[in-house]
C-alpha cells in the first residue's frame, strides 16, 4: 500500500523563507528609515524656527519696533556667537533671548525650543541675527539630509 503523503520539503519552506527575507530587505532599503527620521527632524527644526521668528516679531510689535537687544547684526546667521541660549542667566558667546520672550505669563514663549539633535549644554542649536534694517534671520545649521533651514522677515 503506497501512500502518497501531502506538505512541503525542507528546501521548499528554505527557498520561501529567503525571498520573504529578500523582499523585506528590499522594502526596507526603499523606505530609507534614516532619511525619513532627519526628515521628520527638519520639519521639526522648521516649526521650531518660525516659532522663535515670530515670538521675536510679536516682541517687537510690543516694544514700538524695537527687536530685542541681544540680536547682534551680523551678516551670517550661522556665525558661532548667534547661537541662541537655552539656559537662565549669561551664556558665553550666545544669544539670550529668554529674558524677551520667555515669562510666566507666556505673552511670547512658554520655553525656547531646542533642536531635535542638540548637543550644546547651553545653546538651543538654532541662530539668530539681524541685518542693518532690523530684518531678523533664525537658522537651524545641524539640518539633515542637506536641507538648508533659515527663515528671515
Known amino acids: 500500500m503506497n501512500k502518497k503523503q ?14 520573504i527575507a529578500i523582499l523585506a530587505g528590499i522594502v526596507i532599503l526603499a523606505l530609507n528609515p534614516s532619511k525619513q527620521l532627519g526628515d521628520t527632524r527638519n520639519a521639526q527644526r522648521r516649526a521650531d524656527v518660525n516659532t522663535i521668528l515670530s515670538a521675536v516679531y510679536q516682541y517687537a510689535i510690543d516694544n514700538n519696533g524695537i527687536v530685542p537687544a541681544s540680536i547682534s547684526v551680523d551678516t551670517a546667521c550661522y556665525a558661532s556667537n548667534n547661537e541662541i541660549c537655552s539656559i537662565d542667566g549669561t551664556c558665553t558667546g550666545k544669544v539670550n533671548l529668554k529674558q524677551y520672550l520667555v515669562s510666566t505669563t507666556s505673552k511670547y514663549l512658554v520655553s525656547l525650543p531646542a533642536d531635535p539633535q542638540n548637543v550644546s549644554s547651553e545653546g538651543t542649536g ?27 522677515r
Request: charged share 10%; net charge negative; hydrophobic share 45%.
Open 6 to 19: 501531502s506538505g512541503f520539503t525542507l528546501l521548499e519552506v528554505l527557498l520561501v523563507v529567503a525571498i
Open 126 to 152: 538654532y541662530y539668530i541675527s539681524k541685518d542693518s534694517n532690523n530684518r531678523i534671520t533664525v537658522c537651524a545649521p545641524i539640518a539633515e539630509n542637506n536641507a538648508s533651514i533659515s527663515i528671515s
